[in-house]
């Protein structure tokens, strides 16, 4: 396997609750991004890392924070949940950004916020 | 505002024949297109890309056309497999520098027995 995880799998959550999602990976790459998986939106990004404590805000960033301390993980946090952020979150590496450079992506979170 | 649309939600092909999945784009600064393939349950994998120098790529089954006029790729599969059902991800990278990716809304793919 491409040495990235996701946890937890499957996660139901209350309202209001703060939730936060982990990415480990293996591979030693510097880029790590968040993505969240809707009918009819696709894959949209919510935030990106560039190395250790270097983070930036994607298209949907409103409503999460993230963190990396250490090159192999990056934390997605939901600092209040809410019904509109029920949905699959995806996490993604890749070596560099450089054009040619895919990304790896883990299995997926599916959060159910009732 | 969606800048990389497939239009098509699914798409149901009878195995054996070809399989032919579209992407638009409103950009004209993408540099780089991929497609990546998703099965249920698991994260999406690179199946194949094009630089925006190109107009073809092909891989085995697999080839990818561009046509920069008209703001357009496709993905064609021959022959098709009841394997390939998954979801397709058109995706493009932009030239501002930043690299990241901006995908598609997906399609569907059901490959018929």
């Known amino acids: 396997d491409a040495g990235i995880t996701q946890s937890p799998r499957h996660k139901v959550t209350e309202t209001g609750t703060p939730v936060t999602l982990r990415c480990h990976q293996t591979?030693?790459?510097?880029?790590m991004y968040w993505y969240r998986q809707d009918p009819g939106h696709g894959l949209r990004l919510i935030h990106y890392?560039?190395?250790?404590?270097?983070?930036d805000k994607g298209e949907v960033s409103d409503g999460y924070s993230v963190s990396r301390s250490k090159t192999e993980d990056f934390l997605l946090t939901l600092e209040s949940a809410t019904s509109s952020q029920t949905s699959v979150y995806f996490c993604?590496?890749?070596?560099?950004?450089?054009?040619?450079?895919?990304?790896?992506f883990g299995s997926g979170t599916r959060l159910t916020v009732v | 505002d969606q800048q990389v649309k497939q239009n098509s939600p699914s798409l149901s092909v009878q195995e054996g024949r070809i399989s032919i999945l579209n992407c638009d784009y409103t950009?004209?600064?993408?540099?780089?297109f991929l497609w990546y393939k998703k099965y249920p349950a698991e994260g999406p994998t690179f199946l194949i890309s094009?630089?925006?120098?190109?107009d073809k790529n092909e891989d085995g089954r697999f080839t990818v056309f561009l046509n920069k006029s008209a703001k357009h790729l496709s993905l064609h599969i021959v022959p098709s497999q009841p394997g390939d059902s998954a979801v397709y991800f058109c995706a493009a990278i932009p030239t501002s520098g930043t690299y990241k990716y901006i995908f598609g809304t997906g399609t569907r793919l059901k490959v018929l027995a």
């Open positions: 094009i630089s925006s120098i190109k």
């Open positions: 993604a590496i890749s070596e560099s950004m450089g054009l040619g450079y895919g990304y790896t």
């Open positions: 591979e030693n790459h510097r880029y």
């Open positions: 950009n004209s600064m993408f540099d780089y």
């Open positions: 890392s560039y190395g250790v404590k270097d983070t």
